[in-house]
């Protein structure tokens, strides 16, 4: 083949399908899919070829299609490759935002003004960043999330599907938000919080 960049994702399961689906509405060449798994053979219409089989090269750009915040740190950070990005059309992300590489952000989410969001984040469906936050790598803003003005959430978070987290709150790396809670005070690594308003119980 010619060496027009194509992308390759790392990963063939769910979430992988909706990142095939933006990068096809984005207009961008997929050129296959790698996985672990040798019994997965396609996915849509794309081969998926087991991971150590394929050799990526320069005209390559990779992301990691995988929902698990952890296992996309891993297999991220093992690979010394050029990472690209998937965003939706339908994304609406304001001037003046920072958005890492290997980042996706999904149909109908929005990323207001001064907003970093780090690399391999994954921002949601319809989930809302506002403004003056910061994401850091390896997040999961879920579904319908909303993160307020001057939030600051840890590497690896995983914020669950419609949660709210208050303005200016600072959450810690590697926590989990329950998907409904409502943040209102701090939360520390590694921490678990649930319900409304949010309670910590891990």
């Not at 050799?55 to 990779?62: A, P, S």
């Not at 391999?120 to 506002?130: A, D, K, M, P, Q």
């Not at 995983?158 to 208050?166: D, K, P, S, T």
């Amino acid at each position: 083949m010619s060496d027009k960049t194509s992308y390759i994702l790392i990963g063939a399961s769910g979430h992988a399908k909706v990142v095939l689906d933006i990068l096809e509405k984005s207009g961008e060449k997929v050129q296959c899919l790698l996985e672990l798994n040798p019994l997965i053979k396609h996915l849509f219409n794309y081969p998926v070829i087991e991971e150590s089989d394929f050799i990526i090269k320069r005209h390559h750009l990779i992301i990691v299609a995988v929902g698990d915040n952890k296992r996309r740190q891993l297999i991220a950070s093992k690979h010394k490759v050029s990472f690209g990005l998937a965003i939706h059309p339908e994304a609406t992300i304001a001037s003046y935002v920072k958005i890492g590489t290997g980042s996706m952000i999904m149909a109908k989410a929005v990323i207001n003004p001064e907003v970093s969001i780090g690399e391999h984040c994954i921002i949601n469906t319809g989930s809302v960043v506002e403004h003056d936050c910061k994401i850091g790598d390896y997040c999961h803003v879920s579904p319908g999330a909303v993160v307020c003005g001057g939030v600051s959430v840890g590497e690896g978070t995983q914020i669950g599907a419609g949660a709210v987290i208050l303005p200016g709150i600072k959450i810690g790396s590697w926590a989990t938000i329950g998907a409904g809670a409502v943040v209102t005070k701090n939360v520390p690594p590694n921490s678990v919080l649930i319900g409304n308003p949010g309670k910590i119980i891990r």
